[in-house]
């Protein structure tokens, strides 16, 4: 059995739209018929971005751990299709391998900076009109972040604080918002392939995208304050 959703008149708004995820994101609410405002610290043009100009994309480059580039940024998507309908807050890196002793502060204040901050921001400017249209955000929280672990508990760290933040929003909200956040595990994407040895139980980031669109849909509407496992058998 195929599900599809019809989101023709919805906007959605994806953060890290040039990455693996988020591009698939993209994808696959242009297909179901939404208009996507995408951003991203870089630029769609560059040879690091996987996301493909579409008619019906929009592509906003800014810093989201810059409010008052998010302030704007969410502006001059309410200038171009006046309303926002759904968040995708998919902006986010791994870093780790050292032990806390040998962690340095810079690489704490860039992780909560790139994986907790910009979900905060754009979720804080977002939310006013998604309580207008009666939306729903989801964010990108991590298996591991249920856990900690050795090597990478920072990393770890700013995705439990995602998984919190989800919950709070959801009760802050409720009968408004639908806040809900999914839970990989490890993506088959360009950059893990560099770093790992390829394996036939990764997930595809097109696979998490959809259980996505689904949290965004109808089919969701009593589905709030979630977190959605979505690592299969990985």
């Known amino acids: 059995m195929t599900a599809t959703f019809d989101f023709t008149g919805r906007v959605a708004v994806v953060t890290g739209s040039c990455g693996a995820l988020g591009s698939a994101v993209v994808e696959e609410f242009v297909e179901a018929g939404a208009s996507v405002a995408a951003c991203d610290i870089i630029d769609i043009d560059s040879e690091d971005s996987q996301l493909d100009p579409h008619e019906r994309v929009t592509f906003y480059q800014a810093d989201f751990?810059?409010?008052?580039?998010?302030?704007?940024?969410?502006?001059?998507?309410?200038?171009?299709?006046?309303?926002?309908?759904f968040l995708l807050n998919i902006a986010g890196t791994w870093?780790?391998?050292?032990?806390?002793?040998?962690?340095?502060?810079?690489?704490?204040?860039?992780?909560?900076d790139v994986n907790l901050k910009t979900m905060f921001l754009a979720s804080k400017h977002a939310l006013p009109e998604l309580q207008q249209t009666g939306?729903?955000?989801?964010?990108?929280s991590a298996r591991s972040g249920l856990e900690g672990g050795e090597g990478d508990g920072i990393y770890r760290s700013t995705k439990a604080s995602v998984k919190i933040l989800t919950e709070t929003i959801a009760k802050e909200n409720l009968g408004s918002v639908r806040a809900n956040c999914v839970l990989p595990s490890v993506l088959d994407t360009p950059m893990n392939r560099e770093m790992m040895s390829p394996s036939d139980e990764w997930v595809e980031p097109s696979e998490v995208a959809r259980v996505m669109q689904f949290l965004?849909?109808?089919a969701a509407e009593v589905t709030s304050g979630a977190a959605v496992p979505v690592y299969g058998e990985a």
Not at 65 to 85: C, F, G, H, P
Not at 96 to 110: A, I, K, N, R, Y
Not at 135 to 140: D, F, L, M, P, Y
């Open 216 to 218: 965004c849909s109808d």
């Open 135 to 140: 939306g729903a955000i989801v964010s990108v």
């Open 65 to 85: 751990t810059d409010e008052e580039a998010v302030e704007a940024t969410i502006q001059q998507v309410l200038n171009e299709y006046s309303r926002i309908d």
């Open 95 to 112: 870093r780790g391998g050292e032990p806390l002793e040998d962690t340095p502060v810079s690489q704490f204040d860039m992780l909560f």
